[in-house]
């Protein structure tokens, strides 16, 4: 069993920058696929990025030049740097792994079989 827990979310104005981190416990299988999510209510939970075991990235196009993607293996850790962030960003962020090395095969977020809790990104106008 993998278990994702998610930290650094928080409030901060447009233009500004954050960084969330996600610690991985357990099986986790190392140099699989991950990626982060976001969701907003009433909204489909949307790929952000996705991260394969060979460290090829695949980002959404709304955050293109803005987010970067990056693991610490030794530490178990996946990271998201957020800059220029802007209102539409905001949404609760969720890390999650796929039991597949590379992303091709995890193209929906159906695919990920594990998934942290969350953490809440607000960013204001």
């Known amino acids: 069993q993998v278990q994702l827990v998610e930290s650094g979310g928080g409030s901060v104005q447009a233009g500004g920058s954050l960084r969330l981190s996600c610690v991985a416990s357990g099986n986790t299988g190392r140099g699989y696929c991950a990626g982060w999510f976001r969701q907003v209510p009433g909204k489909e939970r949307e790929g952000v990025v996705r991260i394969s075991g060979d460290g090829t990235t695949t980002y959404a196009d709304s955050v293109k030049g803005r987010f970067t993607i990056s693991r610490d293996s030794a530490k178990n850790t996946l990271y998201l740097q957020m800059d220029a962030l802007k209102p539409e960003d905001t949404a609760r962020y969720y890390c999650?792994?796929?039991?597949?090395?590379?992303?091709?095969?995890?193209?929906?977020?159906?695919?990920?079989?594990?998934w942290g809790q969350g953490t809440q990104v607000t960013v204001s106008s």
């Open positions: 999650a792994a796929a039991g597949f090395k590379s992303c091709r095969y995890a193209p929906r977020p159906s695919d990920f079989a594990h």
